[in-house]
Nanobody
Framework: QVQLVESGGGLVQAGGSLRLSCEASGRTFSRYAMGWFRQVPGKEREFVGIIGWSTVNIHYADSVKGRFTITRDNAKNTVYLQMNSLKPADTAVYYC????????????????WGQGTQVTVAS
């Protein structure tokens, strides 16, 4: 069992930066690929990025490539999403999720989800 808790969301001006954190419980954190997703009301949850269990593999959605960076610290059971050059279109609730040994963008393949953290980018 893995529990995920996101933090770091908030209100930022366009062009600004935020860093989200996702802390996981459990001793098996390093086995999981960790994904970030986001959702706005009335729309489907969309993939943002993923980092593999070994950190060698990282993949981003085209919409955030070059602006967002995912890292993880297995010693702290934490994954981070550094968001730079934020745009109003990035406004959403951001979720982290854990996939057991699967490097996937398909949200249906994820085993555990956090509660989400709101990111609002003002124009």
């Amino acid at each position: 069992q893995v529990q995920l808790v996101e933090s770091g969301g908030g209100l930022v001006q366009a062009g600004g930066s935020l860093r989200l954190s996702c802390e996981a419980s459990g001793r098996t954190f390093s086995r999981y690929a960790m994904g970030w997703f986001r959702q706005v009301p009335g729309k489907e949850r969309e993939f943002v990025g993923i980092i593999g269990w070994s950190t060698v593999n990282i993949h981003y959605a085209d919409s955030v490539k070059g602006r967002f960076t995912i890292t993880r610290d297995n010693a702290k059971n934490t994954v981070y999403l550094q968001m730079n050059s934020l745009k109003p279109a990035d406004t959403a609730v951001y979720y982290c999720a854990a996939a057991n040994r699967e490097f996937t963008t398909d949200l249906r393949r994820y085993d555990y989800w956090g509660q989400g953290t709101q990111v609002t980018v003002a124009s």
